[in-house]
């Protein structure tokens, strides 16, 4: 993975800032495999189309980035 700040970063931040193709493409594949989903809702999730993201999933996806659930999805 690529090495950024991740202070405070919301999911899609975290997300635009992997930059580079390549990384984001490992984080979603590994998202949408550990939470079971398709590309399609990892991709609602990201882009806030639904707040119906379950907390098993959105704590997945906090242990992945490394980032507090908190600041991934900010209410």
């Given at each position: 993975m690529v090495e950024i700040n991740t202070q405070k970063l919301t999911f899609k931040d975290y997300y635009k800032q992997l930059g580079k193709r390549d990384p984001q493409i490992e984080l979603r594949n590994r998202i949408i495999s550990e939470c079971g989903?398709?590309?399609a809702t990892f991709y609602k999730w990201l882009n806030r189309?639904?707040?119906n993201i379950p907390?098993?999933?959105?704590?997945?996806?906090?242990?992945?980035?490394?980032?507090?659930v908190e600041d991934l999805f900010p209410d």
């Open positions: 989903i398709s590309t189309k639904t707040d907390k098993l999933a959105r704590q997945k996806i906090s242990e992945i980035t490394g980032i507090p």
